[in-house]
């Protein structure tokens, strides 16, 4: 069910597609009797991958709110509020703004670049822990084993996670 603006409503639980899952044992082809562990791995793998296209705030939208949070945290300091609060209701509202401004500072914004996909990236790692945990580590080729793994705990056939595999195998996070 969704709500105004095809927003989840809240306190809808989020369910991992069998079809998803199914497609993804079809590949990895783990062995029986770790198959219902796999599949675990797999709804997992699935519901990390969901949260974090849930969760694909821009740097610059980051920034942007933790400043507007900022402006207000220094309206309430600047107006008559200090007058009737105590010391310490001011300490913490200051040193909250403080932390506030160190995290909008630290949004590192790229300029002339495409925001890379925090869901993408995770499909990508999700893809080669699976094989690597249940088949044996993949090698890094577009249209093989990896590759279509990714794409489908991704959901989209047509979502390009090559760049993303790349990255991860060279910088090793595994």
Known sequence: MRGVGNQELPGQIWVPSEQQIEAALELIQPAPKVRLHCKRAIGAALGKIEWAKLWRHSPAAIKWK??????????????E????????????????????????DKQKIRHGSKQKSNAKRTAAEAAYHLLANFRKPPGLSRGGIWHKLAIILYGGKAADLFDYMRESYKSRKF
């Open 66 to 79: 933790f400043n507007n949070f900022v402006k207000k945290l220094r309206a309430i300091e600047n107006s």
């Open 81 to 104: 509020i200090p007058l009737y609060a105590k010391g310490s209701m001011m300490d913490e509202i200051r040193n909250f703004r403080e932390q506030c401004e160190q995290i909008a």
